[in-house]
């Protein structure tokens, strides 16, 4: 993968097809300490102690589609290359958290790339799926969270509305420029 949302996006699709009902995706840079993490956290079915033992090689999968699953391995390889680490813990029926941590300055850290978009097809093509997105550096913090905006518009505007998904892309975009600056 070439930027860490696409990342992202692939450890999120975990989770819905763990059957996760709310997502939490954080987003943390401390440029001072040049540090930059990544936290994804669902109610998903979570995982054995077994899977999660073998989740990060790459001919671990419980697709049936294929015998191969690089998501997890991908994820953790970007954060490790780039002077970072990498922690997954699980629990059967209580669900998953994945967390990578990166060195912002490595020459190996991917760029963090169009987030916005991915959070966007997050919340608009998984209407029964609510997520939290939080971004924070230094004193500039912003969160997206669907249950607050769900509650604004009520049952019978879909989050997927022309309109509701105009606002939302600018939202995520002005948020991520003031947080970040550009500088992931």
């Known amino acids: 993968m070439r930027e860490l949302?696409?990342?992202i996006l692939d450890i999120a699709e975990n989770s819905l097809?763990?059957?996760a009902t709310l997502v939490e995706i954080d987003l943390a840079a401390d440029f001072s300490q040049d540090a930059f993490s990544i936290s994804v956290?669902?109610?998903?079915?979570?995982?054995?102690?077994?899977?999660?033992?073998?989740?990060?090689?790459?001919?671990?999968?419980?697709?049936t589609t294929r015998k191969v699953g690089m998501g997890l391995p991908l994820f953790k390889y970007s954060a490790e290359s780039a002077g970072g680490t990498f922690h997954i813990?699980?629990?059967?029926?209580?669900?998953?958290?994945?967390?990578?941590?990166y060195r912002i300055s490595h020459v190996d850290r991917m760029p963090l790339g169009d987030f916005g978009g991915v959070a966007l097809q997050l919340v608009t093509m998984n209407p029964g799926v609510d997520f939290c997105f939080t971004a924070k550096a230094g004193d500039?913090?912003?969160?997206?969270?669907?249950?607050?905006?769900r509650a604004i518009l009520g049952e019978e505007i879909p989050l997927g509305a022309p309109e509701v998904r105009a606002f939302l892309k600018d939202y995520i975009k002005e948020n991520l420029t003031d947080i970040f600056g550009g500088r992931l």
């Open 140 to 149: 500039r913090q912003g969160e997206l969270d669907t249950r607050e905006v």
């Open 17 to 19: 097809r763990a059957g």
């Open 5 to 7: 949302a696409l990342n």
């Open 89 to 101: 813990t699980s629990e059967e029926g209580k669900g998953t958290a994945v967390t990578a941590a």
């Open 41 to 63: 956290r669902d109610n998903g079915k979570g995982m054995s102690k077994e899977m999660l033992a073998s989740v990060c090689d790459p001919f671990t999968t419980t697709r």
